[in-house]
């Protein structure tokens, strides 16, 4: 099982870029899955973005279609999310997690889940 470790939350300005980053420790990271939600407060936690193990097919929240990218590298155990155009609404602490496949991921059944970073977007 991997255990992951999210980075690159922040304080930006509406309209500025972020990267998040989610290192995963383990042999077998190539094989899952991963996602990125956010929950912001006293909301729900939702699905930002994920990417499947082996062909790489992404899938997007609709509120984050065009601005923010899903991506993985697996020599580096790493997936990322970039995100541009950023909005106060995007404001949320984002988690990185795991799991067995996309279908997986989009139900929120995932293996593991990072500690989460926060990201704040100033209007």
């Known amino acids: 099982q991997v255990q992951l470790v999210e980075s690159g939350g922040g304080l930006v300005q509406a309209g500025g870029s972020l990267r998040l980053s989610c290192a995963a420790s383990?042999?077998?990271?190539?094989?899952?899955?991963m996602g990125w939600f956010r929950q912001a407060p006293g909301k729900e936690r939702e699905l930002v973005a994920a990417?499947?193990?082996?062909?790489?097919?992404?899938l997007y929240a609709d509120s984050v279609k065009g601005r923010f990218t899903i991506s993985r590298d697996n020599a580096k155990s790493t997936v990322y999310l970039q995100m541009n155009t950023l909005k106060p609404a995007d404001t949320a602490v984002y988690y990185c997690?795991?799991?067995?496949?996309?279908?997986?991921?989009?139900?929120?059944?995932?293996?593991?889940w990072g500690q989460g970073t926060l990201v704040t977007v100033s209007s």
């Open positions: 997690a795991a799991g067995r496949s996309l279908a997986t991921i989009e139900g929120g059944n995932a293996d593991t």
């Open positions: 990417i499947s193990g082996g062909s790489g097919t992404t």
């Open positions: 383990g042999r077998t990271f190539a094989n899952y899955a």
